[in-house]
């Protein structure tokens, strides 16, 4: 069979890379979270993992009796003159320790290295900070699949 090389082609030249996200919740342990936060980036820099290996933290904030959330004093100290800036970077800066901390890892490993995928899934929720924080794996086609990856790019 004769090949156009020269010729665009119809079809895309990559294939798509399936994600795995690992959920684990440190309710309001703020030291585990920072040591599991440091040990990820330790792991992305000793393994080169800079993009197959990515994260975010998410605050929620403990709501009271009424079902409104209740403001993190961060927000409740608000600079005075400093503009709205400054507020944001003083909330991000001193997080309230009432919030559940909740941290979102995305594996993004492609097709010839799903042996590599498996170990990570299996190695993270094994290590000592992550152990108590009630791991939980989101492979594609699980029903809650949909609403974690929308989750990971709404977050910061």
Known sequence: MLQFLDLASSESQTEFMAH????????????????ARHKLEGWKQAF??????LYKVERVAATPSDGEAKPSKAEKSKPKGKGKAAAATAAVAAPSSNDDIKLLVRLAFSGHEKLSEQRWVQRIPSEEPFQGASPAVVKPGDASFESTEKQFEELA
């Open 20 to 35: 795995i996200y690992l959920s684990f919740d440190f309710a309001k342990d703020e030291d585990k979270a920072q040591q």
């Open 48 to 53: 080169r993992l800079d993009k197959k290996l």
